[in-house]
T-cell receptor, first 113, second 114 residues
Framework: KQEVTQIPAALSVPEGENLVLNCSFT??????LQWFRQDPGKGLTSLLL???SQREQTSGRLNASLDKSSGRSTLYIAASQPGDSATYLC????????????WGLGTSLAVNP | EAGVTQSPTHLIKTRGQQATLRCSPI?????VYWYQQALGLGLQFLLW???????NRGNFPPRFSGRQFPNYSSELNVNALELEDSALYLC?????????????FGEGSWLTVV
């Protein structure tokens, strides 16, 4: 059974720091892994999607890596800003007929001015 | 281009009543997903529809049901509401729910059961 874990659960950093959020999953049979951002009381925004055959994806100050064999992904945020404060969730899409997104519980990020 | 839209934004119901939530996917998307996020908990998968058919459902009782219409919009119905059904219900859409497609979420519908 696929399980997704995100570490740390919460993170508080000063503005300008580079930071790394971690996501691990127990079953490497995935189609893809996706990172999302959730702002309080709102829906989710998709940040980056990494296919199982890819090693990383980049968008602006964000870089996500995927090591399928070890069941790990990291989201790197460069030069953090207060506007980056949100909860960051990762989700894996299981391979096979299941087609379920399995979610981590998220990392709550606070970037302090 | 319009994103995933959900209605209503907020809904207050009494225990035992029924709630209906609606979702319009991004134009061209055939897959619609429903998720529940109760306060303090992770997202829980509810239902996946594609091309008008239910493709998969999560571990929720049968009083959670839905459908997808020919225009790919979707409804989520929750019957016999219980207090613990109070949550944010998120709808998402994608091109066919295969492995290669990004999933886009709506803003969600807040359901409060009193």
């Amino acid at each position: 059974k696929q399980e997704v874990t995100q570490i740390p659960a919460a993170l508080s950093v000063p503005e300008g720091e580079n930071l790394v959020l971690n996501c691990s999953f127990t079953d490497s049979a995935i189609y893809n892994l996706q990172w999302f951002r959730q702002d309080p009381g709102k829906g989710l925004t998709s940040l980056l999607l990494i296919q199982s055959s890819q090693r990383e994806q980049t968008s602006g100050r964000l870089n996500a890596s995927l090591d399928k064999s070890s069941g790990r992904s990291t989201l790197y945020i460069a030069a953090s800003q207060p506007g980056d404060s949100a909860t960051y969730l990762c989700a894996v899409l299981n391979a096979g007929n299941n087609r379920k997104l399995i979610w981590g519980l998220g990392t709550s990020l606070a970037v302090n001015p | 281009e319009a994103g995933v839209t959900q209605s209503p934004t907020h809904l207050i119901k009494t225990r035992g009543q029924q709630a209906t939530l609606r979702c319009s996917p991004i134009s061209g998307h055939t897959s619609v997903y429903w998720y529940q996020q109760a306060l303090g908990l992770g997202l829980q998968f509810l239902l996946w529809y594609d091309e008008g058919e239910e493709r998969n459902r999560g571990n929720f009782p049968p009083r959670f049901s839905g459908r997808q219409f020919p225009n790919y919009s979707s409804e989520l119905n929750v019957n016999a509401l219980e207090l613990e059904d109070s949550a944010l219900y998120l709808c998402a859409s994608s091109l066919y729910g295969g492995g290669g497609n990004t999933i886009y979420f709506g803003e969600g519908s807040w359901l409060t059961v009193v």
